[in-house]
Nanobody
Framework: QVQLVESGGGLVQPGGSLRLSCAAS????????MGWYRQAPGKERELVAR???????NYADSVKGRFTISKRNAKNTMYMQMNSLKPEDTAVYYC?????????WGKGTLVTISS
């Protein structure tokens, strides 16, 4: 069973930056798509950013121009650089991968934006 492991969350002041990472626990020949979702307290989980196998990216309107998703195929690893963070970005961020048509999720990493 493939496991996804996130890292990079934490507490940062408004305007600061964080970089999230997500790694698959084993070598995978083909990942259809990867992405980051987040869930804030009292809210539904929402898509933040997505990257296809070919590298096409999509972002939620709320993070466009501030967040950048990227991947390293050789290491089955995905990243998200988050800049100009706002208090409303506070949430648990979940890594997601579509591997051979099946959805895999990480356990989440907490990002807190507060002064």
């Amino acid at each position: 069973q493939v496991q996804l492991v996130e890292s990079g969350g934490g507490l940062v002041q408004p305007g600061g930056s964080l970089r999230l990472s997500c790694a698959a626990s084993e070598s995978i020949f083909s990942i259809n798509a990867m992405g980051w979702y987040r869930q804030a307290p009292g809210k539904e989980r929402e898509l933040v950013a997505r990257i296809s196998g070919s590298g096409t990216t999509n972002y939620a309107d709320s993070v466009k121009g501030r967040f950048t998703i990227s991947k390293r195929n050789a290491k089955n690893t995905m990243y998200m650089q988050m800049n100009s963070l706002k208090p409303e970005d506070t949430a648990v961020y979940y890594c997601w991968m579509d591997i051979y048509g099946m959805n895999y999720w990480g356990k989440g990493t907490l990002v807190t934006i507060s002064s």
